[in-house]
């Protein structure tokens, strides 16, 4: 009798088993910022849940996943599209064609692009659920909490997600305003037991002033642990008075070759003055933080 071929299917079965065994989540809460270049991607894992946050401006996030992820596992539990702009957007074409989602959290902005108009159609077509935030709201998967910090209302008409769009470059009353993009970009608090992140899309200095007023109000948890910093790095972001006040442990900054000089030397010698150790994906690649889970 030949046992060659038992002795393969042995060989495969316990490869399988091992690549589970590998691959297998725990329970504590993974923090990536993946490097796709010039372009923000997030990703929060922890146990069976998947969280994306903006998809970069190719794509590179899909082998993000797949070096973060179990390859067996398709579904995120939420995405979030923080502003509808193609460095944090176009990923997210190809995430939605290889994934399933179980919540769309975006604003409810119209960009007269082709780039949106395919993702606006993959969100219909695949009837992904939308949630348009607005400050205070929060936002629970599994054990992970998001506090919605920005914007302080709901942006946008929420019809956009129910119907195809119109060939036009004005729908459902919203112009394309696209320099104002960075100023509604939905910007979270996470919390996960000890550890907490911000995630502060692109929003420009102007919107920290707002977003510090509604944190004194209800104190907002600080010093944070992690900050992923603004708009790449730009001058525009990261002001003296929103980094005294979370006074962030670490900074992330999602950054590839630009011709903006991003990140600026000010912005980098700030977060140094307030004891921020920075992370580069431009130097690092992938950034993964891990939060241990508290032991009972």
Same mark, same amino acid.
């Given at each position: 009798m030949n046992k060659k071929p038992v002795v393969i299917f042995s060989l495969l079965f316990l490869a399988s088993c091992f690549s589970f065994i590998f691959f297998w989540p725990d329970d504590s809460?993974?923090?990536?910022?993946? &490097?796709?270049?010039?372009?923000? =991607? *997030? /990703?929060?894992?922890? #146990?069976?849940?998947?969280?994306?946050i903006d998809g970069g401006p190719n794509d590179k996030v899909l082998g993000c996943l797949? !070096?973060?992820?179990?390859?067996? &596992? !398709?579904? *995120?539990?939420? %995405? %979030?599209?923080?502003?509808?702009?193609?460095?944090?957007? !176009?990923? /997210?074409?190809t995430v939605l064609s290889h994934y399933q989602i179980g919540q769309?959290? #975006?604003? #409810? /902005? $119209?960009n007269d692009t082709d780039l949106f108009a395919q993702f606006h159609d993959l969100v219909l077509k695949n009837k992904i659920e939308v949630y348009s935030p607005r400050q205070g709201d929060r936002l629970r998967i599994g054990k992970i909490e998001f506090e919605v910090l920005w914007p302080d209302t709901v942006k946008g008409d929420f019809?956009?997600?129910?119907?195809p769009l119109p060939q036009k470059t004005t729908v459902l009353g919203q112009s394309t305003v696209r320099e104002k993009f960075?100023? #509604? @970009?939905?910007?979270? *608090?996470?919390?996960?037991?000890?550890?907490?992140?911000?995630? @502060? =899309? &692109?929003?420009p200095q102007k %919107?920290?002033?707002?977003?510090? +007023? $509604?944190?004194?109000? %209800?104190?907002?948890?600080?010093p944070i642990s992690v900050l992923k910093v603004a708009h790449h790095g730009s001058k525009t972001s990261s002001s003296p008075e929103f980094l005294a006040y979370f006074k962030p442990q670490k900074a992330v900054i999602s950054v590839g070759e630009n011709r903006w000089g991003h990140p600026a030397q000010e912005v980098i010698d700030r977060l140094l003055s307030f004891g921020s150790e920075i992370l580069? +994906? &431009?130097?690092?690649?992938?950034?993964e933080i891990t939060a241990l889970k508290d032991q009972p």
């Open positions: 809460l993974h923090f990536i910022a993946c &490097d796709v270049g010039q372009g923000d =991607a *997030l /990703l929060i894992t922890q #146990s069976f849940n998947q969280i994306l797949a !070096r973060h992820t179990p390859f067996w &596992d !398709r579904r *995120l539990e939420m %995405v %979030v599209n923080t502003h509808p702009e193609a460095d944090h957007l !176009r990923g /997210l074409i769309l959290i #975006s604003n #409810s /902005l $119209y019809a956009l997600w129910q119907q960075n100023d #509604s @970009a939905v910007t979270l *608090l996470l919390r996960f037991q000890n550890f907490t992140a911000l995630l @502060a =899309a &692109d929003i %919107v920290e002033r707002q977003i510090l +007023t $509604y944190c004194q109000q %209800v104190n907002c948890q600080r580069r +994906t &431009d130097l690092q690649g992938d950034i």
